[in-house]
């Protein structure tokens, strides 16, 4: 792993991107009603992440897509709050420092955009990821903020930009 590329996704990127995704949900039994599998753009994250304040990142290696992440507006909420939408890792990459890496490039995307605050959702299980999201500054909240449609995610986090 020692040609890892940060960058935005391209629209060739979309295919991969789908099945990474898609693929970490398999492997993790996550599930798949209520969750960001169930996203209608999930084979057009490229035409999603084009929108006004969004911002999709891949992790390459060698031209393989090895992680996601990316930050939007969070749907139905004040327009100073943004959401980490779709941060996800092949197994492989785990525990080498580079879901921070993504994380950073996330957060100052969206300080560049103008947001006060970002929101996630996870779930439970998730304990490597909200390791993760607690070490740069998330908190817990009570309750599920804007508009997902990801019901099945019941662990809501909250930072200031």
């Known amino acids: 792993m020692e040609n890892l590329v940060i960058r935005k996704i391209e629209k060739r990127d979309n295919q991969a991107v789908a099945e990474l995704i898609r693929s970490v949900f398999d492997e993790m039994s996550i599930p798949k ?10 084979d057009l994250m490229f035409e999603e992440y084009s929108k006004p304040k969004s911002v999709y990142y891949v992790v390459e290696n060698e031209g393989k897509i090895m992680g996601v992440a990316g930050v939007a507006p969070l749907e139905n909420e004040a327009e100073s ?25 996330c957060m100052q995307s969206a300080k560049q955009f103008g947001f006060e605050k970002c929101y996630l959702e996870t779930m439970p299980f998730m304990h490597a990821a909200q390791k993760l999201y607690k070490k740069t500054g998330f908190v817990n909240i009570d309750a599920p903020m804007g508009s997902t449609g990801h019901v099945s995610c019941p662990v809501w986090m909250l930072k200031e930009l």
């Open 81 to 105: 709050i943004c959401e980490l939408q779709k941060m996800y890792f092949r197994p492989e990459t785990r525990g080498l420092g580079i879901g921070g890496q993504m994380m950073a490039k």
């Open 33 to 42: 009603v209520g969750t960001a599998y169930e996203d209608p753009y999930l």
